[in-house]
Nanobody, 126 residues
Framework: QVQLVESGGGLVQAGGSLRLSCAASGRTTSLYSMGWFRQAPGKEREFVSAITWRGGSTYYADSVKGRFTISGDNAKNTVVLQMNSLKPEDTAVYYC???????????????????WGQGTQVTVSS
């Protein structure tokens, strides 16, 4: 089993920045990739970004490309999401996720991830 714990959420004004961290513990050697999803009130959970541990490939949703940056520290089993130029529409609960297998081209689908954190609230005021 793998446990994921997010931190770094909060309230920020539009145009500001936040840094989310996700620490993985347990059988982390079994992980292939980690990512971030978000869910706003009344909306479905959506993909934000992902990174593979081997090779360090990164993926982003179009809505955050150029504003968010994902990075990972394999030795510390930590993934960070740096969020800049935040917009009110970025307001959501952000979830860290991890997968044991290569999701291939389907890295944006939540069922491809095996483990989930509890989520951290990000609120962007206008």
């Amino acid at each position: 089993q793998v446990q994921l714990v997010e931190s770094g959420g909060g309230l920020v004004q539009a145009g500001g920045s936040l840094r989310l961290s996700c620490a993985a513990s347990g059988r982390t050697t079994s992980l292939y990739s980690m990512g971030w999803f978000r869910q706003a009130p009344g909306k479905e959970r959506e993909f934000v970004s992902a990174i593979t541990w081997r090779g360090g490939s990164t993926y982003y949703a179009d809505s955050v490309k150029g504003r968010f940056t994902i990075s990972g520290d394999n030795a510390k089993n930590t993934v960070v999401l740096q969020m800049n130029s935040l917009k009110p529409e970025d307001t959501a609960v952000y979830y860290c996720a991890a997968s044991r297998f290569n999701p291939g081209n389907y890295y944006y689908l939540s069922p491809k991830y095996d483990y989930w954190g509890q989520g951290t609230q990000v609120t962007v005021s206008s």
